[in-house]
């Protein structure tokens, strides 16, 4: 059975952490498979051009191409974080909302899911500029502390009582399973920039409760930046391109 902790990650964190310790020689292949999967049924590579392999074959082609590590996107429309084109790729993985840019490759995996299947399309993909793993920490940290302030102004407590309980317990975090390698404050960095995407999937998905248009759109100013922090957070903890040295 999959870890719980593992599951609380996206497919696309859990390949580039499970799939960058395992090019590393940090995990064995085991590991890599039931990390990746999860409590999916399957997971594959799927080439346009050579067709569709196991994800340890596609995943070993990849480390035959050069392949030195994996790392995660989050682009949400109008912020392409973690993406450094080609615009098919970034289209891909803006309908997807995410991806993983093989380093040393010039590669990149969008995954397509169909039931409890996922296919890890490969395309073209560019070298990205990427937040350092500081600055998107700095980041986080201030973008929970202003929306936090705006939506106590806009009486959080009142019409999402779960929201306002969530933002008082910040230190209530998931504790996230991860392979040798992974720095420790990536793990930390990846938990909480979860725990900001939940908090503002959960109050935008409340809108229901406001009570005039101005009050529904104040609330999502209060919360698109903060979910901008929160995927700026996990793309840097999932990248190992700007990881700190160990």
């Given amino acids: 059975m999959p870890d719980d902790h593992l599951e609380t990650l996206p497919a696309a964190a859990r390949l580039a952490w499970w799939g960058t310790a395992w090019l590393r020689g940090a995990v064995v292949t085991d590991l890599l498979v039931d990390a990746v999967i999860g409590g999916d049924a399957t997971h594959t590579v799927a080439d346009p051009f050579q067709g569709t392999d196991t994800l340890v074959g596609g995943l070993a082609r990849l480390r035959a191409e050069g392949a030195t590590s994996f790392g995660a996107a989050f682009p949400a429309e109008g912020d392409p974080v973690g993406l450094g084109g080609p615009a098919p790729f970034n289209a891909a993985s803006l309908e997807a909302g995410s991806a993983v840019v093989v380093a040393g490759a010039d590669l990149g995996l969008v995954p397509q899911r169909t039931g409890a299947a996922v296919a890890w399309v490969l395309h073209p993909a560019a070298r990205r500029q990427l937040p350092d793993v500081g600055e998107a920490d700095r980041g986080l940290r201030a973008a929970l502390l202003e929306s936090a302030g705006r939506l106590a102004e806009l009486d959080v407590a009142r019409w999402n009582p779960e929201v306002a309980d969530q933002l008082m317990n910040l230190r209530h975090r998931p504790a996230l399973a991860a392979p040798p390698g992974v720095p420790a404050r990536c793990v930390d960095l990846a938990a909480r920039g979860l725990q900001a995407l939940g908090i503002a999937d ?18 999502r100013d209060a919360l698109v930046p903060l979910a901008r922090a929160g995927r700026r957070a996990l793309v840097a903890a999932c990248s190992p391109e700007v990881w700190p040295p160990a």
């Fill in 202 to 219: 959960l109050a935008l998905a409340d809108d229901g409760g406001a009570v005039t248009a101005y009050e529904m759109t104040a609330r």
